[in-house]
C-alpha cells in the first residue's frame, strides 16, 4: 500500500472522490462533512446541517454539487461552489445509509437512497421528488447503488440477503416511451385523480417501475454492503458473516461463484478495484485485504492497530482507494505507476510493459508517433505475490549496460519478496532475448553496471555491495562507506556507483574504496546524467539538484509538488545540449538550467514521465508504460540560457524572432543587467520610460516621456516624469536636455539657475521677463540678483512694500535718483530714512556689495557629457545569429535635438498670447508664458542635442611623439570620500557621516517632518565623529582623517562606498531592554528616558536587511507605547483624589500595548483602582483579562490569582460602576497622547508620522509630538528610511 494522504478527524461514515479534481469528500459520525484536498492535504470546506452521523456522501458527475444523508432522515444538496445547501429530500422514515447520483446524470437527474425504514428511494433532484420507493427487503437496507451502465440497482440488508432491481420501466417513463396498460388510456394521458392515486400507491406499496429482477441469499448474516463489477456480470457483497461472496448475472438468473475468506470479523465494504480483476475489502478486524479475482485468493493484507474500517470508495478514472476508519481516512495506491524505462545507446529506450520488456526505437518515428516498439522478452514470475497483477508485482527498476557495445544487458529489479533482479542478455541486431537460468537473485534496490562485464547489487541484509559477473556470479564484496544506504545509482562512470544515504548522494569508485564526492538532497528518488556526462540531476520528493561528474553542486530548486521525472536536452544545435533539464510534476512540464534558473512550459492533463527531450518535443511514458511526445516551447529557456552564456548573438536572435513577453521576463532582465534588452519587449510607455532611465538611455526615455504627456496631459504625473529625465540628464551632464525637462515641468527656479551656470544671460532676461508677467516677486528679485541687475532689484522691493529695503539697495548701489524718490515715498507714508544706512556697514569685509553673475568662460554647445556605455545587447540592429561585433560608436541626438527645440518652441512662441489676462498671469489649462515681444526671441537657442561621442582613442599611441617641451600632466582628481557618500545615499545618517549637517536636517524634515533637533544633537554627532579615524602622522606633520567605510569587507568600493555608523540596531535592544528593566522595578522616569534615547537614536540608525528594518519599525512602536504608558502613569498619579479620571487613566493604562508581565503589573493596579471606586464592571473586566493571562498560572502569582478571583466574584455580584466613565472595553480605540482621551473609529485624529502617535482633534497639526518631541503633527511624509 502506498499511502498518498492521511486526515485525522472523527469517524468517517461515507467517502466520495470528485471525478476530476483531487478531492474527496468525508462524511463524519459527529455530523460533518469534510472537503478535502488529497494532493496539498488540506481541508478545502465544511457542511454543517445535519443532525447526528452522516453515512453517504456522492458527487456529482458534471455540476457543483454533492448529495448526502444521515441519521436525521434527510437529504441534503449542497453546491461547493456557493458552499451552502440548496434543498432537503425528506421521505425516509429512519437512518440513511448511502446516497448515489446516477452515472448517466445528464441524462438522468436522479439519486439512489438506501434507509433503515427498508426501503430504497429513487429522486428526481430537478424536480425534488420522490420518483418511486423500492420495497422487498424486511429489515435494514445497509447500501444501495447504480450498474455503472446499464438499467440496473444492487442493494444490500440485513435480512441476509442482495437484491438485484431492474429500472427500465422507470427510465422509459422519464424519457417518455410508452410502457404499461396505462399507456393506451385516453391516448396517453391521465386524469388528475388517476395521477394522485397513483402516487398514494406509490408511496404505500411501492410501483411496477422499478422491479426485483435477482434476490441473492447465501449468507449468514446480515449483507452490509454490494457492489457491481465495472464492466463484467459480476458482483461482490460483503456481511456480518466475515465472509465476501462473488455472483455472477446472466439474463435469468444470477448464482454465488466463490467465498472469500479471511476477516475475523463484520465485513463492513467491498469494491471491485477499477482497473484491475482485485477486490478490496475492509473490516471491524481493522484491516483491508485485496483478493484476486481470478484466482480467488486473499493475495494482500494491510492492518491498521486501533482502527475499525467502515467505509471504501474508489477514484472512477485513477489508480486511487479510500478508506474510512475510527479516526480518520486515508487515501493510497496498491502499486506504483512509474513504468521502469532506461535510456539505451543512441536512440533506443528499453522499458517494461506489464510483463513484456521493449525496445522503442525513436530513430523510426513516423507522422505523429514518437518511434516504434520491438518486444525484446517476457519477464517470468518468480514468488506467489508476483503471479497477481496490480500489487506492486510489476518490475521497478531498470538498467541498461551502456559499457557494452557488443551485446545488450538489462537488469530489472522489482520489490518482489523483498526484492529481486533478473539480468536478461539478448542480441543488439537481431533484438531476441535470451533469459537464462540462473541469472536472478535478491537485492535492494537497482542494480547498477560497472563496466562490461560487471554489475553491483546492494545486499539487502548486510548492506553491502557485491559485484557480480554476467554468469551471476558474485566477485568481490565491498563494505559500504557510509552507514544507511539503502539505494545504488550509475555514478556516471565505469567502476563509480552513487550510494543514497540518509538524505546525502555519495559518489563511490568501487576499485579504489574511495568516496570522490558527497552531496546533500533531501528524499532522494532517481538521477538523471546528461548526454555528455558531464552534469547529473538528482530529482528528490520535492526538488531537484543540478551537481557536476564529481558531486558538486550547481543549482538546487524547490517546488511545492512532486516532481515526477525529468530528462536533459539532446538537441544537436542551440546549445542546450547536457545544458537544459526538463523535469515534470503532477499537472506542469518546467525546465531547470545549471545556473539555478527555473520556468514552466506547460500543463498536463495526467501525469506522463519523460525519457527524452529534443528540441521542442518532449518524449515520455504514460501511466500505462505507452509512447507519447509532446510539444513544448523552450523558447524561455534557451533565451535565459544564451544569456547566461554570454551569447549575445543568438539572445538577440531570439528577441527577434521568438514570442518572448511577459512581466516575468521583464524582471528577470532587470535582476540580471539588461534594462537595454527589456527594452525590446516592452510597449507601455510607462514601463519603457523606467527601463531607459535604468540603463541611462536618455533618447528611448524622452520618447516615453512625450507620449506619456500626451496620455496624462500637462499636468501632475506628467511633469513628474520630467523631472525623472532631468535629474538623469543632469547625471549625465547634457544641459540641453535638462533645460527642456524644466521647461516641460515649468520648474522656472532651477530653469534659472542652470541658465546662470552655463553663462546664458539672454535667457535669464527671459526668466526675468517671464517672472513679471506671472506677478512672481520673488522669482523677478532671483533672476534680478543672478542677472546683477541692481535697478531691478531696487523695483522689485519697491513694488513689493518693502521701501526701506528698495532705499538701502538704491542708496548703496548709486541710484541716487531712484533712493531721492523712494525717499520721498517714505516720508509721505510718514516714515523716516533716518538710520538706515547705519544698518548696512561700508567698507568693511560685510558691507554690502553690487553682486554681479559669473562671466562664462568658454560658451560651448553642451558640457561634456558622461560618457554611457551601450551594452552588447543595446543595439538590435548589429545583432547576428551566431556572431556578434561590438559596435564603438554611440548614436547622436540630433533627432532629440529637433524634438527639443519644436517643444520649446510650442511653450514660449506667439501663439496662444491672447489668453494671457491683464495681470499678464496664466490661463489655467494654458502652457504659453505670455509676452508679446517674447515670441521669436528663443529662435537663436542653438542646438539642444549633444555633439556626437568622441571617437575611441588609443592613449599609448603618442608615447613616441613626447617632445622636450612636454609639459607635465597632472592626473584627474578623484572624488572625495564624503561626496561620494552623500551621493550614494538618501539616509540622513549618510548625509550626516560625511559633515553635510544641513542636508542630514532637510532629509529629516522631509522624510519624518523633524523640526527641533535638539534632541538629535548627540546622535547626530555621533554619526560624524564615528565615521573617520585619525592616524598621527610622522612628527611635523599633521594627522591623517581616514574614513571608515561599511561595504568594503571584499574589496576598497571606490565611488560606491559608505560610511561606518555609530549606532547600530544592536544597540538599540540593549536601549529598550534597559527600558525593560527600569520598568519592571518601577524607576519609570529612568524609563522613559532609556526609550526616549532609542527613539532619537533611530533616525540615524542604517539597517543591512529588510528583517532588521522591521524589526527597527517593532521597536519604534515599542518605544511610543512605553512612553504613552509611563506618561498615563505619571497622570494617574496626578489624579489621585478624582475617582473618575483616576479609573479612566488606570483603563486606558491596561490598553498600551505592553509585554504580557508588564501588561500583568497595569491590569492589577487597574483592578484595584476600579474595584476601590466601586466601578464593578470594569474591575470584572480587568479581573478577567488578568486572569487570561499565562503567567498567572504561575506559582508565584498564586496569591494575585486568588485575589482576581475574589474580585471577580464581588463584581460580578454588585455588576453596577458608580461612576459614568469615558470608557468602552467592547469598541477598539486609540489614546490621544495630549490629553489621555480615547480616539474610537471615524472620529477626526491626527498622527506624528514618525512614531505613530495619535491626536485628538485639529490642535496639534503643526506642534511638536509629545512623544518623540522633535516631529511635527499632522505633517504628511513618506515615514522612517532604514537603509541607504
Given at each position: 500500500?502506498?499511502?498518498?494522504?492521511?486526515?485525522?478527524?472523527?469517524?468517517?461514515?461515507?467517502?466520495?472522490?470528485?471525478?476530476?479534481?483531487?478531492?474527496?469528500?468525508?462524511?463524519?459520525?459527529?455530523?460533518?462533512?469534510?472537503?478535502?484536498?488529497?494532493?496539498?492535504?488540506?481541508?478545502?470546506?465544511?457542511?454543517?446541517?445535519?443532525?447526528?452521523?452522516?453515512?453517504?456522501?456522492?458527487?456529482?458527475?458534471?455540476?457543483?454539487?454533492?448529495?448526502?444523508?444521515?441519521?436525521?432522515?434527510?437529504?441534503?444538496?449542497?453546491?461547493?461552489?456557493?458552499?451552502?445547501?440548496?434543498?432537503?429530500?425528506?421521505?425516509?422514515?429512519?437512518?440513511?445509509?448511502?446516497?448515489?447520483?446516477?452515472?448517466?446524470?445528464?441524462?438522468?437527474?436522479?439519486?439512489?437512497?438506501?434507509?433503515?425504514?427498508?426501503?430504497?428511494?429513487?429522486?428526481?433532484?430537478?424536480?425534488?421528488?420522490?420518483?418511486?420507493?423500492?420495497?422487498?427487503?424486511?429489515?435494514?437496507?445497509?447500501?444501495?447503488?447504480?450498474?455503472?451502465?446499464?438499467?440496473?440497482?444492487?442493494?444490500?440488508?440485513?435480512?441476509?440477503?442482495?437484491?438485484?432491481?431492474?429500472?427500465?420501466?422507470?427510465?422509459?417513463?422519464?424519457?417518455?416511451?410508452?410502457?404499461?396498460?396505462?399507456?393506451?388510456?385516453?391516448?396517453?394521458?391521465?386524469?388528475?385523480?388517476?395521477?394522485?392515486?397513483?402516487?398514494?400507491?406509490?408511496?404505500?406499496?411501492?410501483?411496477?417501475?422499478?422491479?426485483?429482477?435477482?434476490?441473492?441469499?447465501?449468507?449468514?448474516?446480515?449483507?452490509?454492503?454490494?457492489?457491481?463489477?465495472?464492466?463484467?456480470?459480476?458482483?461482490?457483497?460483503?456481511?456480518?458473516?466475515?465472509?465476501?461472496?462473488?455472483?455472477?448475472?446472466?439474463?435469468?438468473?444470477?448464482?454465488?461463484?466463490?467465498?472469500?475468506?479471511?476477516?475475523?470479523?463484520?465485513?463492513?465494504?467491498?469494491?471491485?478495484?477499477?482497473?484491475?480483476?482485485?477486490?478490496?475489502?475492509?473490516?471491524?478486524?481493522?484491516?483491508?485485504?485485496?483478493?484476486?479475482?481470478?484466482?480467488?485468493?486473499?493475495?494482500?493484507?494491510?492492518?491498521?492497530?486501533?482502527?475499525?474500517?467502515?467505509?471504501?470508495?474508489?477514484?472512477?478514472?485513477?489508480?486511487?482507494?479510500?478508506?474510512?476508519?475510527?479516526?480518520?481516512?486515508?487515501?493510497?495506491?496498491?502499486?506504483?505507476?512509474?513504468?521502469?524505462?532506461?535510456?539505451?545507446?543512441?536512440?533506443?529506450?528499453?522499458?517494461?510493459?506489464?510483463?513484456?520488456?521493449?525496445?522503442?526505437?525513436?530513430?523510426?518515428?513516423?507522422?505523429?508517433?514518437?518511434?516504434?516498439?520491438?518486444?525484446?522478452?517476457?519477464?517470468?514470475?518468480?514468488?506467489?505475490?508476483?503471479?497477481?497483477?496490480?500489487?506492486?508485482?510489476?518490475?521497478?527498476?531498470?538498467?541498461?549496460?551502456?559499457?557494452?557495445?557488443?551485446?545488450?544487458?538489462?537488469?530489472?529489479?522489482?520489490?518482489?519478496?523483498?526484492?529481486?533482479?533478473?539480468?536478461?542478455?539478448?542480441?543488439?541486431?537481431?533484438?531476441?532475448?535470451?533469459?537464462?537460468?540462473?541469472?536472478?537473485?535478491?537485492?535492494?534496490?537497482?542494480?547498477?553496471?560497472?563496466?562490461?562485464?560487471?554489475?553491483?547489487?546492494?545486499?539487502?541484509?548486510?548492506?553491502?555491495?557485491?559485484?557480480?559477473?554476467?554468469?551471476?556470479?558474485?566477485?568481490?564484496?565491498?563494505?559500504?562507506?557510509?552507514?544507511?544506504?539503502?539505494?545504488?545509482?550509475?555514478?556516471?562512470?565505469?567502476?563509480?556507483?552513487?550510494?543514497?544515504?540518509?538524505?546525502?548522494?555519495?559518489?563511490?569508485?568501487?576499485?579504489?574504496?574511495?568516496?570522490?564526492?558527497?552531496?546533500?538532497?533531501?528524499?532522494?528518488?532517481?538521477?538523471?546524467?546528461?548526454?555528455?556526462?558531464?552534469?547529473?540531476?538528482?530529482?528528490?520528493?520535492?526538488?531537484?539538484?543540478?551537481?557536476?561528474?564529481?558531486?558538486?553542486?550547481?543549482?538546487?530548486?524547490?517546488?511545492?509538488?512532486?516532481?515526477?521525472?525529468?530528462?536533459?536536452?539532446?538537441?544537436?544545435?542551440?546549445?542546450?545540449?547536457?545544458?537544459?533539464?526538463?523535469?515534470?510534476?503532477?499537472?506542469?512540464?518546467?525546465?531547470?538550467?545549471?545556473?539555478?534558473?527555473?520556468?514552466?512550459?506547460?500543463?498536463?492533463?495526467?501525469?506522463?514521465?519523460?525519457?527524452?527531450?529534443?528540441?521542442?518535443?518532449?518524449?515520455?511514458?504514460?501511466?500505462?508504460?505507452?509512447?507519447?511526445?509532446?510539444?513544448?516551447?523552450?523558447?524561455?529557456?534557451?533565451?535565459?540560457?544564451?544569456?547566461?552564456?554570454?551569447?549575445?548573438?543568438?539572445?538577440?536572435?531570439?528577441?527577434?524572432?521568438?514570442?518572448?513577453?511577459?512581466?516575468?521576463?521583464?524582471?528577470?532582465?532587470?535582476?540580471?543587467?539588461f534594462p537595454e534588452v527589456a527594452l525590446h519587449f516592452v510597449r507601455d510607455p510607462q514601463t519603457r520610460f523606467g527601463l531607459a532611465l535604468a540603463c541611462g538611455n536618455i533618447e528611448a526615455a524622452m520618447e516615453c516621456a512625450f507620449s506619456l504627456e500626451q496620455q496624462k496631459g500637462g499636468e501632475g504625473k506628467a511633469r513628474d516624469v520630467w523631472g525623472q529625465l532631468g535629474s538623469e540628464a543632469l547625471r549625465q551632464g547634457n544641459h540641453q536636455i535638462?533645460?527642456?525637462?524644466?521647461?516641460?515641468?515649468?520648474?522656472?527656479?532651477?530653469?534659472?539657475?542652470?541658465?546662470?551656470?552655463?553663462?546664458?544671460?539672454?535667457?535669464?532676461?527671459?526668466?526675468?521677463?517671464?517672472?513679471?508677467?506671472?506677478?512672481?516677486?520673488?522669482?523677478?528679485?532671483?533672476?534680478?540678483?543672478?542677472?546683477?541687475?541692481?535697478?531691478?532689484?531696487?523695483?522689485?522691493?519697491?513694488?513689493?512694500?518693502?521701501?526701506?529695503?528698495?532705499?538701502?539697495?538704491?542708496?548703496?548701489?548709486?541710484?541716487?535718483?531712484?533712493?531721492?524718490?523712494?525717499?520721498?515715498?517714505?516720508?509721505?507714508?510718514?516714515?523716516?530714512?533716518?538710520?538706515?544706512?547705519?544698518?548696512?556697514?561700508?567698507?568693511?569685509?560685510?558691507?554690502?556689495?553690487?553682486?554681479?553673475?559669473?562671466?562664462?568662460?568658454?560658451?560651448?554647445?553642451?558640457?561634456?557629457?558622461?560618457?554611457?556605455?551601450?551594452?552588447?545587447?543595446?543595439?538590435?540592429?548589429?545583432?547576428?545569429?551566431?556572431?556578434?561585433?561590438?559596435?564603438?560608436?554611440?548614436?547622436?541626438?540630433?533627432?532629440?535635438?529637433?524634438?527639443?527645440?519644436?517643444?520649446?518652441?510650442?511653450?514660449?512662441?506667439?501663439?496662444?498670447?491672447?489668453?494671457?489676462?491683464?495681470?499678464?498671469?496664466?490661463?489655467?489649462?494654458?502652457?504659453?508664458?505670455?509676452?508679446?515681444?517674447?515670441?521669436?526671441?528663443?529662435?537663436?537657442?542653438?542646438?539642444?542635442?549633444?555633439?556626437?561621442?568622441?571617437?575611441?582613442?588609443?592613449?599609448?599611441?603618442?608615447?613616441?611623439?613626447?617632445?622636450?617641451?612636454?609639459?607635465?600632466?597632472?592626473?584627474?582628481?578623484?572624488?572625495?570620500?564624503?561626496?561620494?557618500?552623500?551621493?550614494?545615499?538618501?539616509?540622513?545618517?549618510?548625509?550626516?557621516?560625511?559633515?553635510?549637517?544641513?542636508?542630514?536636517?532637510?532629509?529629516?524634515?522631509?522624510?519624518?517632518?523633524?523640526?527641533?533637533?535638539?534632541?538629535?544633537?548627540?546622535?547626530?554627532?555621533?554619526?560624524?565623529?564615528?565615521?573617520?579615524?585619525?592616524?598621527?602622522?610622522?612628527?611635523?606633520?599633521?594627522?591623517?582623517?581616514?574614513?571608515?567605510?561599511?561595504?568594503?569587507?571584499?574589496?576598497?568600493?571606490?565611488?560606491?562606498?559608505?560610511?561606518?555608523?555609530?549606532?547600530?540596531?544592536?544597540?538599540?535592544?540593549?536601549?529598550?531592554?534597559?527600558?525593560?528593566?527600569?520598568?519592571?522595578?518601577?524607576?519609570?522616569?529612568?524609563?522613559?528616558?532609556?526609550?526616549?534615547?532609542?527613539?532619537?537614536?533611530?533616525?540615524?540608525?542604517?539597517?543591512?536587511?529588510?528583517?532588521?528594518?522591521?524589526?527597527?519599525?517593532?521597536?519604534?512602536?515599542?518605544?511610543?507605547?512605553?512612553?504613552?504608558?509611563?506618561?498615563?502613569?505619571?497622570?494617574?498619579?496626578?489624579?489621585?483624589?478624582?475617582?473618575?479620571?483616576?479609573?479612566?487613566?488606570?483603563?486606558?493604562?491596561?490598553?498600551?500595548?505592553?509585554?504580557?508581565?508588564?501588561?500583568?503589573?497595569?491590569?492589577?493596579?487597574?483592578?484595584?483602582?476600579?474595584?476601590?471606586?466601586?466601578?464593578?464592571?470594569?474591575?470584572?473586566?480587568?479581573?478577567?483579562?488578568?486572569?487570561?493571562?499565562?503567567?498567572?498560572?504561575?506559582?508565584?502569582?498564586?496569591?494575585?490569582?486568588?485575589?482576581?478571583?475574589?474580585?471577580?466574584?464581588?463584581?460580578?455580584?454588585?455588576?453596577?460602576?458608580?461612576?459614568?466613565?469615558?470608557?468602552?472595553?467592547?469598541?477598539?480605540?486609540?489614546?490621544?497622547?495630549?490629553?489621555?482621551?480615547?480616539?474610537?473609529?471615524?472620529?477626526?485624529?491626527?498622527?506624528?508620522?514618525?512614531?505613530?502617535?495619535?491626536?485628538?482633534?485639529?490642535?496639534?497639526?503643526?506642534?511638536?509630538?509629545?512623544?518623540?518631541?522633535?516631529?511635527?503633527?499632522?505633517?504628511?511624509?513618506?515615514?522612517?528610511?532604514?537603509?541607504?
Amino acid at each position: 500500500m502506498l499511502t498518498k494522504f492521511e486526515s485525522k478527524s472523527a469517524r468517517v461514515k461515507g467517502l466520495a472522490f470528485h471525478p476530476v479534481r483531487p478531492w474527496i469528500c468525508a462524511s463524519l459520525h459527529n455530523g460533518v462533512i469534510q472537503l478535502w484536498d488529497y494532493r496539498v492535504g488540506t481541508v478545502i470546506d465544511r457542511f454543517e446541517e445535519h443532525d447526528g452521523p452522516v453515512r453517504g456522501v456522492d458527487f456529482h458527475l458534471h455540476d457543483p454539487l454533492i448529495v448526502t444523508g444521515g441519521d436525521d432522515y434527510k437529504i441534503k444538496v449542497w453546491d461547493y461552489k456557493l458552499r451552502r445547501c440548496l434543498f432537503t429530500l425528506l421521505g425516509h422514515l429512519d437512518y440513511i445509509r448511502t446516497v448515489q447520483f446516477h452515472p448517466n446524470a445528464a441524462q438522468f437527474p436522479w439519486i439512489l437512497s438506501a434507509s433503515d425504514d427498508q426501503t430504497l428511494r429513487l429522486w428526481d433532484f430537478r424536480k425534488r421528488t420522490c420518483l418511486s420507493v423500492l420495497t422487498g427487503h424486511n429489515h435494514y437496507v445497509m447500501c444501495a447503488a447504480f450498474h455503472p451502465s446499464e438499467d440496473l440497482i444492487v442493494s444490500a440488508s440485513l435480512d441476509q440477503t442482495v437484491r438485484v432491481w431492474d429500472t427500465t420501466g422507470l427510465r422509459k417513463k422519464q424519457l417518455g416511451e410508452p410502457s404499461g396498460p396505462m399507456a393506451a388510456m385516453d391516448g396517453g394521458r391521465q386524469s388528475v385523480a388517476a395521477s394522485t392515486a397513483m402516487n398514494v400507491q406509490a408511496e404505500l406499496f411501492g410501483t411496477n417501475d422499478v422491479v426485483v429482477k435477482y434476490v441473492l441469499e447465501g449468507h449468514d448474516r446480515g449483507v452490509n454492503w454490494a457492489a457491481f463489477h465495472p464492466t463484467l456480470p459480476l458482483l461482490a457483497s460483503a456481511a456480518d458473516d466475515r465472509q465476501v461472496k462473488l455472483w455472477r448475472m446472466s439474463e435469468t438468473k444470477a448464482w454465488e461463484v466463490d467465498t472469500l475468506r479471511g476477516h475475523a470479523n463484520n465485513v463492513s465494504c467491498c469494491l471491485f478495484h477499477p482497473k484491475q480483476e482485485l477486490v478490496v475489502s475492509n473490516s471491524e478486524d481493522r484491516s483491508i485485504r485485496v483478493w484476486d479475482v481470478s484466482k480467488r485468493v486473499g493475495v494482500q493484507t494491510f492492518r491498521r492497530e486501533g482502527d475499525r474500517f467502515w467505509i471504501l470508495a474508489a477514484h472512477r478514472s485513477q489508480n486511487l482507494l479510500a478508506a474510512g476508519h475510527d479516526s480518520g481516512m486515508i487515501v493510497f495506491k496498491l502499486e506504483r505507476e512509474r513504468p521502469a524505462s532506461a535510456a539505451g545507446p543512441g536512440d533506443k529506450l528499453y522499458y517494461v510493459r506489464g510483463r513484456e520488456l521493449f525496445c522503442h526505437d525513436y530513430a523510426r518515428a513516423t507522422g505523429g508517433s514518437s518511434g516504434v516498439d520491438v518486444p525484446i522478452a517476457s519477464l517470468r514470475r518468480v514468488g506467489q505475490q508476483a503471479q497477481t497483477d496490480g500489487i506492486g508485482s510489476g518490475p521497478r527498476f531498470l538498467s541498461y549496460n551502456m559499457h557494452n557495445p557488443k551485446e545488450g544487458n538489462v537488469l530489472v529489479c522489482s520489490e518482489v519478496d523483498g526484492g529481486c533482479y533478473e539480468l536478461i542478455t539478448f542480441s543488439l541486431t537481431n533484438a531476441g532475448g535470451s533469459v537464462t537460468d540462473g541469472k536472478r537473485g535478491s537485492c535492494m534496490g537497482p542494480g547498477v553496471f560497472l563496466g562490461s562485464n560487471r554489475f553491483a547489487i546492494l545486499d539487502r541484509h548486510k548492506r553491502e555491495i557485491v559485484v557480480k559477473n554476467m554468469n551471476n556470479e558474485t566477485t568481490k564484496r565491498v563494505a559500504s562507506p557510509v552507514p544507511n544506504v539503502d539505494c545504488l545509482y550509475d555514478g556516471g562512470a565505469p567502476g563509480r556507483i552513487i550510494l543514497r544515504a540518509d538524505d546525502r548522494a555519495v559518489l563511490f569508485e568501487v576499485q579504489s574504496r574511495r568516496v570522490l564526492g558527497e552531496l546533500t538532497a533531501p528524499k532522494i528518488k532517481s538521477l538523471v546524467w546528461s548526454p555528455d556526462g558531464s552534469k547529473l540531476a538528482i530529482l528528490c520528493k520535492y526538488g531537484v539538484v543540478i551537481a557536476d561528474r564529481q558531486l558538486e553542486q550547481l543549482c538546487s530548486i524547490s517546488d511545492t509538488v512532486r516532481i515526477k521525472s525529468g530528462a536533459w536536452d539532446a538537441s544537436d544545435t542551440g546549445g542546450t545540449n547536457s545544458n537544459l533539464f526538463i523535469y515534470t510534476t503532477l499537472h506542469h512540464v518546467k525546465y531547470c538550467l545549471p545556473t539555478g534558473d527555473t520556468g514552466t512550459i506547460r500543463t498536463l492533463d495526467n501525469p506522463i514521465y519523460a525519457t527524452r527531450v529534443v528540441k521542442d518535443q518532449l518524449f515520455c511514458l504514460d501511466r500505462e508504460a505507452r509512447s507519447r511526445v509532446l510539444s513544448i516551447d523552450t523558447t524561455e529557456a534557451r533565451f535565459k540560457l544564451a544569456l547566461a552564456n554570454k551569447k549575445y548573438g543568438q539572445v538577440m536572435h531570439l528577441v527577434r524572432h521568438s514570442r518572448l513577453c511577459g512581466r516575468a521576463i521583464v524582471a528577470y532582465l532587470q535582476s540580471k543587467g539588461f534594462p537595454e534588452v527589456a527594452l525590446h519587449f516592452v510597449r507601455d510607455p510607462q514601463t519603457r520610460f523606467g527601463l531607459a532611465l535604468a540603463c541611462g538611455n536618455i533618447e528611448a526615455a524622452m520618447e516615453c516621456a512625450f507620449s506619456l504627456e500626451q496620455q496624462k496631459g500637462g499636468e501632475g504625473k506628467a511633469r513628474d516624469v520630467w523631472g525623472q529625465l532631468g535629474s538623469e540628464a543632469l547625471r549625465q551632464g547634457n544641459h540641453q536636455i535638462v533645460e527642456m525637462s524644466y521647461q516641460r515641468k515649468k520648474d522656472f527656479d532651477r530653469l534659472s539657475f542652470l541658465y546662470m551656470l552655463t553663462g546664458d544671460t539672454e535667457k535669464l532676461r527671459k526668466m526675468l521677463k517671464i517672472a513679471n508677467m506671472r506677478n512672481d516677486i520673488m522669482g523677478r528679485y532671483h533672476n534680478a540678483l543672478l542677472l546683477g541687475d541692481a535697478s531691478e532689484r531696487v523695483a522689485v522691493l519697491e513694488a513689493s512694500g518693502n521701501l526701506p529695503l528698495a532705499y538701502i539697495c538704491a542708496n548703496l548701489h548709486g541710484l541716487t535718483d531712484t533712493a531721492e524718490r523712494i525717499k520721498v515715498a517714505i516720508e509721505t507714508q510718514e516714515g523716516s530714512v533716518e538710520g538706515l544706512m547705519d544698518k548696512v556697514p561700508v567698507g568693511s569685509k560685510k558691507g554690502g556689495r553690487l553682486l554681479q553673475p559669473p562671466t562664462p568662460i568658454i560658451r560651448a554647445g553642451n558640457w561634456p557629457t558622461l560618457e554611457i556605455k551601450k551594452t552588447t545587447l543595446e543595439d538590435l540592429s548589429a545583432a547576428d545569429a551566431g556572431v556578434y561585433e561590438e559596435e564603438g560608436n554611440v548614436s547622436s541626438a540630433a533627432a532629440t535635438t529637433l524634438a527639443s527645440a519644436t517643444a520649446w518652441d510650442d511653450g514660449f512662441g506667439d501663439d496662444g498670447m491672447a489668453d494671457v489676462g491683464a495681470t499678464g498671469g496664466l490661463g489655467v489649462d494654458d502652457d504659453d508664458f505670455g509676452g508679446d515681444d517674447w515670441g521669436d526671441d528663443l529662435d537663436d537657442l542653438g542646438d539642444l542635442g549633444g555633439p556626437p561621442a568622441p571617437a575611441h582613442v588609443d592613449e599609448m599611441a603618442g608615447l613616441n611623439e613626447i617632445s622636450e617641451e612636454a609639459g607635465f600632466q597632472m592626473p584627474a582628481a578623484g572624488r572625495p570620500p564624503a561626496g561620494c557618500w552623500v551621493a550614494n545615499s538618501s539616509h540622513a545618517a549618510d548625509h550626516m557621516a560625511a559633515g553635510g549637517a544641513s542636508s542630514a536636517m532637510q532629509l529629516l524634515h522631509r522624510q519624518i517632518a523633524a523640526s527641533d533637533f535638539t534632541n538629535l544633537r548627540d546622535s547626530m554627532l555621533g554619526c560624524y565623529l564615528g565615521s573617520t579615524v585619525s592616524l598621527p602622522g610622522i612628527p611635523g606633520s599633521g594627522s591623517i582623517i581616514i574614513p571608515l567605510m561599511r561595504n568594503d569587507a571584499s574589496g576598497h568600493p571606490g565611488n560606491e562606498s559608505l560610511p561606518r555608523t555609530s549606532i547600530s540596531p544592536k544597540s538599540l535592544v540593549a536601549g529598550v531592554r534597559n527600558g525593560y528593566r527600569f520598568f519592571q522595578g518601577g524607576k519609570f522616569n529612568d524609563a522613559k528616558n532609556a526609550f526616549a534615547e532609542v527613539l532619537s537614536q533611530i533616525p540615524l540608525t542604517i539597517t543591512d536587511n529588510r528583517a532588521e528594518a522591521n524589526e527597527m519599525k517593532e521597536m519604534l512602536e515599542i518605544c511610543r507605547e512605553y512612553i504613552t504608558a509611563i506618561r498615563i502613569k505619571a497622570a494617574i498619579t496626578a489624579a489621585g483624589d478624582d475617582p473618575v479620571r483616576s479609573t479612566e487613566l488606570s483603563a486606558y493604562f491596561t490598553h498600551c500595548n505592553l509585554q504580557p508581565v508588564h501588561l500583568l503589573l497595569a491590569l492589577r493596579s487597574a483592578m484595584g483602582t476600579a474595584f476601590k471606586h466601586k466601578n464593578f464592571i470594569v474591575a470584572a473586566s480587568f479581573a478577567r483579562r488578568l486572569l487570561e493571562l499565562p503567567d498567572m498560572k504561575s506559582e508565584r502569582n498564586a496569591d494575585l490569582r486568588m485575589k482576581a478571583t475574589k474580585v471577580l466574584q464581588k463584581s460580578e455580584q454588585m455588576a453596577r460602576n458608580e461612576h459614568t466613565l469615558n470608557y468602552n472595553e467592547n469598541s477598539t480605540f486609540a489614546i490621544d497622547c495630549e490629553d489621555f482621551v480615547p480616539i474610537y473609529s471615524g472620529e477626526e485624529c491626527l498622527k506624528c508620522y514618525y512614531c505613530g502617535s495619535s491626536y485628538k482633534g485639529s490642535a496639534m497639526k503643526g506642534k511638536l509630538c509629545v512623544t518623540d518631541g522633535f516631529c511635527l503633527v499632522g505633517v504628511e511624509t513618506i515615514g522612517l528610511v532604514t537603509g541607504k
